[in-house]
């Protein structure tokens, strides 16, 4: 069983950037991906980033690459969402998720079997 708790969202103006942080307590020897995603009302989840637990892969959406960076601190059980650059549209309720059931590549919600409670970010014009 593994516990994901989100930190780090909040108000910031447009080209700010913001630090999102994911403490994952439990045992993490099985884990394959962290991932972040995010959701807006009246829109499905979408996916933002994932990494590979192990490391050697990290992979984001079209529409924040270049502008987001994903890392990990397997030492402190952490995954890191690096947002820079930020735009209104990035506003959302972002959230933090582990998969430790499939070594797959994991860029959709259905790969991931935990979740934390999410994170509020809001982008003013």
């Known amino acids: 069983q593994l516990q994901l708790v989100e930190s780090g969202g909040g108000l910031v103006q447009a080209g700010g950037s913001l630090r999102l942080s994911c403490v994952v307590s439990g045992t993490t020897l099985r884990m394959y991906y962290g991932g972040w995603f995010r959701h807006t009302p009246g829109k499905e989840r979408e996916f933002v980033a994932a990494?590979?637990?192990?490391?050697?892969?990290?992979y984001y959406a079209d529409s924040v690459k270049g502008r987001f960076t994903i890392s990990r601190d397997s030492a402190k059980n952490t995954v890191y969402l690096q947002m820079n650059s930020l735009k209104p549209e990035d506003t959302a309720v972002y959230y933090c998720?582990?998969?430790?059931?499939?070594?797959?590549?994991?860029?959709?919600?259905?790969?991931?079997?935990?979740w934390g409670q999410g994170t509020q970010v809001t982008v003013s014009s």
């Open positions: 998720a582990a998969n430790t059931k499939d070594g797959g590549l994991s860029l959709s919600p259905g790969m991931y079997n935990y």
């Open positions: 990494i590979r637990w192990s490391g050697g892969g990290r």
